[in-house]
């Protein structure tokens, strides 16, 4: 499956922190700011709204980690530009890098086109929680630092919920490998590893560098949810520990005390027992990537339909189109079809309102007919989002579901917009 795919580590390599020097400050045309951060961009003001809410969104789930006030004060900036060339002219970034934070001047630096989950992932969700954790904790801890922040890139955000826990059959494939290598990390070092060291090795050694990101992943992933989250407060004392100044051996014994051979002991188990792919917790976000996939099959099978009803009704009875749905885990040896006809149920509501998904006329579709699909139970002026976007060459897929959230003004201008099209082709 060449589409959506995790991007390889050397690219990770590359999006790790750089002390710029400073730059003369250049002038991005939108701006927008909020009680946190300071969009700008070359994109458009919608967008930059829409960068606005999504970095108050991570920020309140990044906090949710840290008590009290950040160690300095101002807005953080968020800088995207709209195309590659762009940055590479403007940023001033490490080369071939997809993005990066920098410290010195408390900015995220990352550019849109071709280039959307990564840059809402990998950059905003994981860098912008290298950001908060500079601002209220420094340098410190970096498995901590990584795990935390893969935690969130490996996220699914459905308004201002933050669902975790989207693991696919090949971040496992990853983990396994990396556990298996003579590489892998003890669990003494990789939790009392320093910063210049965790830095020096992925330099020199990028075995070695996957090692540390997947473990620390990983391992946060199961503090966090293994035996029904049972290691979760330790987790929190360790992160408390941090946050005091305490480091290294005096921030272990402080947060996981004696349970720290315990969970040596339990990791590996539970990563051969019990860590299957999946997103832990229902979302519409996950819906609304299956839903807008079967969409696309029965358009595209030439299936009739007006409402997201009818599709419902003819995805269950039509037995003559053939159809698979890539799940969100991007699991491809399970893919889903007709057959599941519990889950085709399941995408056409949303978990949280319970109520059923609407259509938007999208003016500026990928393929002639294909809609938005909105859900607008999660907030007042934010909606959970399906559209489609035209993957690029060599994918299998003609379009690719894009799902995010979108500020519902937009979607009524892209309504309004929609209308008047319309009527200019009648
Ligand atoms: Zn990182
Ligand atoms: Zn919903």
């Not at 690219?11 to 250049?26: D, K, Y």
């Not at 910063?195 to 199961?222: K, S």
């Not at 408390?240 to 480091?247: R, S």
């Not at 996950?286 to 839903?291: C, G, S, T």
């Amino acid at each position: 499956m060449s589409y959506l795919k995790r991007p390889a580590l050397a690219v990770l390599a590359a999006v790790m922190w750089v002390t710029s020097s400073p730059q003369v400050e250049a002038r991005y045309p939108y701006r927008f700011k909020t009680k946190h951060y300071q969009i700008e961009t070359t994109v458009s003001p919608d967008f930059a709204a829409e960068m606005g809410e999504l970095m108050e969104i991570l920020h309140a789930g990044y906090s949710k980690w840290f008590k009290g006030k950040p160690r300095s004060k101002g807005l953080s900036r968020i800088i995207i530009f709209k195309t590659a060339g762009e940055y590479a002219a403007h940023g001033d970034g490490p080369p071939n890098s997809g993005g990066y934070f920098s410290p010195s001047d408390d900015k995220i630096v990352s550019w849109l086109e071709g280039h959307e989950e990564y840059l809402r992932t990998r950059i905003l969700a994981h860098e912008g929680f290298h950001q908060f954790f500079f601002k209220h904790v420094g340098i410190s801890a970096p498995w901590i630092n990584e795990g935390l922040a893969e935690l969130y890139a490996y996220s699914l955000i459905d308004g201002t919920d933050i669902k975790f826990g989207l693991v696919t059959t090949m971040d496992i494939a990853r983990l396994k490998k990396v556990l298996a290598s003579p590489k892998r990390l003890s669990l003494k070092r990789l939790l009392t590893m320093d910063h210049r060291t965790w830095n020096e090795n992925l330099a020199r050694d990028i075995a070695l560098g996957q090692c540390e990101y997947v473990q620390a992943r990983f391992l946060v992933h199961f503090l966090y949810y293994a035996d029904g989250g049972k290691y979760k407060k330790y987790l929190q004392k360790y992160v408390n520990a941090i946050q005091a100044g305490k480091d290294g051996n005096a921030a272990l014994a402080a947060g996981f005390g004696k349970k720290l051979a315990e969970i040596n002991q339990e990791f590996p188990k539970w990563v051969v027992e019990d860590l299957k792919p999946a997103c832990l917790e229902e979302s519409c976000s996950a819906n609304l990537f299956h839903l807008a996939q079967l969409y696309y099959k029965f358009k595209k099978a030439g299936v009739k339909f007006d409402t997201l009803d009818d599709l419902k009704e003819q995805a269950l009875s039509n037995k003559d189109v053939k159809w698979s749905v890539v799940p969100i885990t991007l699991d491809a040896d399970h893919l889903y079809g007709p057959q599941d006809t519990e889950e085709i149920e399941k995408w056409f509501v949303c978990p949280k309102s319970k109520k059923g998904y609407e259509l938007v006329d999208d003016p500026d579709p990928a393929e002639e007919g294909l809609p938005l699909i909105v859900c607008y139970a999660h907030h007042k002026k934010l909606a959970v989002c399906a559209s489609f976007r035209k993957s690029k060459k060599g994918d299998r897929m003609g379009v690719i579901p894009n799902v995010r959230n979108i500020q519902i003004k937009t979607l009524k201008r892209l309504a309004k917009k929609a209308k008047k099209n319309k009527k200019k082709k009648k």
